[in-house]
């Protein structure tokens, strides 16, 4: 076990504003380095090292300003390449010292956990102040009962589809994706006002093109909305009266796979010579085909079609292009299972079908956000050439629900849990948030859609027991943590997991029932992050690791935000929080968001009381 000397932890980098002076440079210019050190840190030197054209380069820093709780090191480095990476070598008394976006190390890193700047990189420009709202339509709001699934429109393998009233429980017998309650784009529209007084301003809507399913995962139709959820029309009058209130939207798109009766796979089970054969993958045609995880009503897209490729982004007319433009205009995508798209066994074209995408979606419009569904390592799609951002799940969701919960995992073949009856380690959840923000550039953090939950897993209040403290706690991490924070509806007013339709329940409408003191408590949090650019763009330092307790700092040109989280039922006693190595200096005051208390920094800490379950959430008063 490495044993790091304790000025160590005063050194610091990140790739926000305050080190880097240019966070989204042009090709070709230059961009002013700094690093952060204590000010009796016994550093000889300081060299940054560079990869230009895969050559090494050493290039000493100089000494710039010192503070009395800081020493302050410079350089320029020029951006030749799309993606330049670099490090920091430390020649000090006690040895050389290595210093990554991983932290601090002994050994010579390898190139993956090296700083980032990305060339020509385009943040579009909404996105700093987005705060997403997820809406799963057939569940938020019925606005037009007329055009509610009926079961004389159509049966689905021997089943029809029914609309219940709302909020009731489904017949036992009804095939769960038959299951409606006819939420639709005007129930969507008629509740703007609700959520502009939330203070979201960005909606994820779940997909909305014609489907048999009330998840519309099962595609029929790529190129028209859904008629029970309104059709074309509904969605023009959405996008325009979202437009009228400075809101935005991004659509669900599954380019992966389609639906079974998708005119597309219909064709090609009737025509072994038809061209859209081509975009499936038949073993013995017609019904022994590839499909998601074997789900025979989802077959599977094959992208070595050329002509696959054209319809879904490359052609001018493409489904990725159409909803970009007037009259749906469109913000961005999220885009379903993007980790398996173009991914078929000896068929690897993921990266070539997300790089087109991309391509696609950023020449019709340069500020759509592109972001991708993705539970496991999303590296490699995170480097800037592919995806803007994920659904956070591994770098932040499931790090954050086993710290809270105990750990818990779950996998596609493995009929039981692995499980853990310990409490996860508070060091381990750090490592992991650490590990995921080396591994990709700054400006790419800023842009990770970090929920607490989704559509597809069990809503946070239920996954923390209830428990108020603990929820209030996750809400204060996700809207201070880089990245944005993204709400699923009806947390805000403390859903919980339905008994029947799960995380899927109907929004409930009755104010009564609803929990205000969390509705309140939410808009707080989406006003103070709405309005701080630190929460937004600033930099991330974690200050303290105990075995129940995490602290992390925010810090931008407009000052600091503490953030103090701690799991456990019993109270952190009272006792000073170390944040001289934070570079924050005697006598600076900072003030509690929620209760106005105030604390002054003494002696390099700021003196905390006594910490109850939950989290605590400190801005620098200046």
């Known amino acids: 076990m490495i044993s790091f000397p304790s000025w160590l932890a005063a050194v610091h980098h990140d790739g926000s504003q305050q080190y880097v002076s240019h966070l ?27 990869f230009p054209d895969g050559e090494q380069m050493l290039t000493p820093l100089r000494r710039g300003r010192a503070t009395p709780t800081a020493q302050w090191w410079e350089t320029d480095l020029p951006i030749r390449e799309p993606v330049v990476h670099y490090r920091f070598l430390l ?25 980032r700047i990305l060339a020509d990189y385009h943040i579009p420009s909404w996105l700093p102040e987005a705060i997403f709202y997820q809406i799963f339509p057939d569940r938020f709001a019925n606005g037009n009962p007329s055009t509610d699934p009926k079961p004389e429109e159509y049966e689905y393998r021997g089943s029809r589809p029914k609309t219940f009233p709302w909020e009731t429980s489904p017949d036992p017998d009804q095939p769960f994706p038959l299951v409606f309650y006819g939420g639709d784009l005007p129930g969507i529209t008629a509740h703007l006002d609700y959520l502009q007084q939330l203070g979201v301003n960005t909606l994820y809507l779940n997909p909305i093109f014609t489907a048999y399913s009330n998840h519309k995962y099962d595609v029929a139709d790529y190129e028209q909305v859904d008629p029970h959820f309104g059709g074309d029309e509904g969605l023009i009058q959405l996008a325009a009266a979202l437009r009228a209130r400075g809101m935005r939207y991004i659509l669900d798109i599954v380019p992966n796979h389609c639906g079974y009766w998708h005119p597309w796979f219909q064709t090609a089970r009737a025509n072994a010579n038809a061209p859209e054969a081509a975009f499936f993958t038949f073993h013995n045609h017609p019904d022994d085909y590839e499909s998601w995880l074997g789900v025979w009503s989802l077959p599977k897209l094959n992208y070595q079609s050329e002509e696959l490729r054209g319809r879904i982004y490359a052609n001018n007319d493409a489904v990725f292009r159409k909803w970009l433009r007037p009259p749906f205009l469109a913000d961005g995508w999220r885009v379903d299972v993007a980790n398996m798209l173009g991914r078929q066994g000896a068929i690897q074209l993921g990266v070539a079908i997300n790089q087109g995408i991309r391509q696609a979606v950023k020449e019709t419009n340069l500020d759509a956000y592109l972001v991708g569904e993705n539970f496991f390592d999303a590296t490699a799609q995170l480097q800037g050439d592919q995806l803007d951002g994920i659904m956070n799940y591994m770098g932040f ?22 499980r853990s009856t310990l409490p996860y380690p508070t060091q381990a959840l750090i490592a992991t948030w650490q590990d995921r923000l080396a591994s990709v550039p700054w400006v790419i953090t800023l842009q990770q859609y970090n929920q607490l939950d989704s559509h597809d897993v069990p809503r946070i209040r239920t996954i923390v027991g209830e428990n108020d403290a603990l929820h209030r706690l996750a809400l204060i991490i996700q809207f201070t943590m880089p990245g944005l924070p993204a709400i699923y509806y009806g947390d805000e007013i403390g859903m919980v997991d339905d008994p029947v339709l799960g995380q899927r329940g109907c929004m409930v409408w009755d104010e009564s029932r609803w929990n205000h003191e969390l509705l309140a408590f ?24 105990e075995n129940d307790t995490v602290a992390y700092q925010r810090e931008g040109a407009s000052g600091r935000v503490l953030i103090i989280a701690h799991r456990a039922a019993t109270p952190r006693p009272a006792g ?18 929620f209760t106005g208390q105030v604390l002054t920094v ?18 620098e008063n200046n």
């Open 24 to 50: 989204t440079p042009k090709l070709g210019e230059t961009v002013g380095l700094c690093l952060r050190t204590a000010v009796d840190a016994p550093i000889k030197r300081v060299l940054l090292r560079t």
């Open 91 to 115: 020649e000090a008394e006690d040895g050389i010292w290595w210093y990554t976006a991983a932290g601090p190390l002994l050994l010579e890193p390898r190139d993956h956990t090296d700083f």
């Open 397 to 418: 969701t499931i790090p954050l629900w086993h710290w809270l919960r105990h750990y818990y995992q779950g996998a596609h073949g493995l009929s039981e849990s692995v």
């Open 522 to 545: 939410h808009r707080q949090l989406i006003s103070l992050r709405r309005h701080s650019t630190t929460l937004q763009m600033g930099g991330f330092q974690v200050l303290l690791v």
């Open 576 to 593: 000073p929080l170390p944040v001289a190595h934070a570079n924050i200096a005697d006598g600076v005051v900072f003030q509690e968001f």
């Open 602 to 619: 003494q002696l390099g800490a700021l003196p905390l009381p006594d910490l109850p379950q939950g989290a605590t959430l400190w801005v």
